[in-house]
T-cell receptor
Framework: DAEITQSPRHKITETGRQVTLACHQT?????MFWYRQDLGHGLRLIHY???????NKGEVSDGYSVSRSNTEDLPLTLESAASSQTSVYFC?????????????FGPGTRLTVT | DQQVKQNSPSLSVQEGRISILNCDYT??????FLWYKKYPAEGPTFLIS?????DKNEDGRFTVFLNKSAKHLSLHIVPSQPGDSAVYFC?????????FGTGTSLTVIP
């Protein structure tokens, strides 16, 4: 069965360290997204990609970067982790280029920055 | 600035009764709306959607209503079951991205 996976599921890191969160989908979807979930804010878009070599900034992209070298993967990198980046991170993918199809979410990565 | 708002952080309902979850949005350009359900330690899963050309969409126990003039949508769950206890997010699609609300935690009491 097709799926979307994230690793690690839990991560503790120190302030200033570079951290990369992995996202892998086997749906063969062109669209992939990274969100963070925080209390009182819901899900906020960090970065998104509509295909290989395409990346775009979302509403909370500062301090994060992504790259898309193949269809299946969209790793999220925190260049220099800050305590404000402690959050739960969700990766998602979708089929439709015009956003009229639902997104499929991964199980999430809980990141703690100490 | 939150473009999609869910003003009720939590809701408790007796099993068998109707659950009504509400969502308001500010951008009249949004043309597609979705509801997601999220259990603890899991990612959100798609529940039901509605296009802006419709005012109602049903799927089993779940019905979504859209009032474009009021920029308001609601999710009705009838009858509510204990397994419906979860956080519900509404979402709207703009030209380039999804916008999610802050979520409503539904508890269905047996």
């Amino acid at each position: 069965d097709a799926e979307i996976t994230q690793s690690p599921r839990h991560k503790i890191t120190e302030t200033g360290r570079q951290v990369t969160l992995a996202c892998h989908q086997t749906w063969n979807h062109n669209n992939m997204f990274w969100y963070r979930q925080d209390l009182g804010h819901g899900l906020r878009l960090i970065h998104y990609s509509y295909g290989v070599q395409d990346t775009n900034k979302g509403e909370v992209s500062d301090g994060y970067s992504v790259s898309r070298s193949n269809t299946e993967d969209l790793p999220l990198t925190l260049e220099s982790a800050a305590s404000s980046q402690t959050s739960v991170y969700f990766c998602a993918s979708s089929e439709s280029p015009d956003l009229t199809y639902e997104q499929y979410f991964g199980p999430g990565t809980r990141l703690t920055v100490t | 600035d939150q473009q999609v708002k869910q003003n009720s952080p939590s809701l408790s309902v007796q099993e068998g009764r109707i659950s009504i979850l509400n969502c308001d949005y500010t951008n009249s350009m949004f043309d597609y709306f979705l509801w997601y359900k999220k259990y603890p330690a899991e990612g959100p899963t798609f529940l039901i959607s509605i296009s802006s050309i419709k005012d109602k969409n049903e799927d089993g126990r779940f019905t979504v209503f859209l009032n474009k003039s009021a920029k308001h949508l609601s999710l009705h769950i009838v009858p509510s079951q204990p397994g419906d206890s979860a956080v519900y997010f509404c979402a709207a699609t703009g030209p380039v991205q999804f916008y999610f609300g802050t979520g409503t935690s539904l508890t269905v009491i047996p």
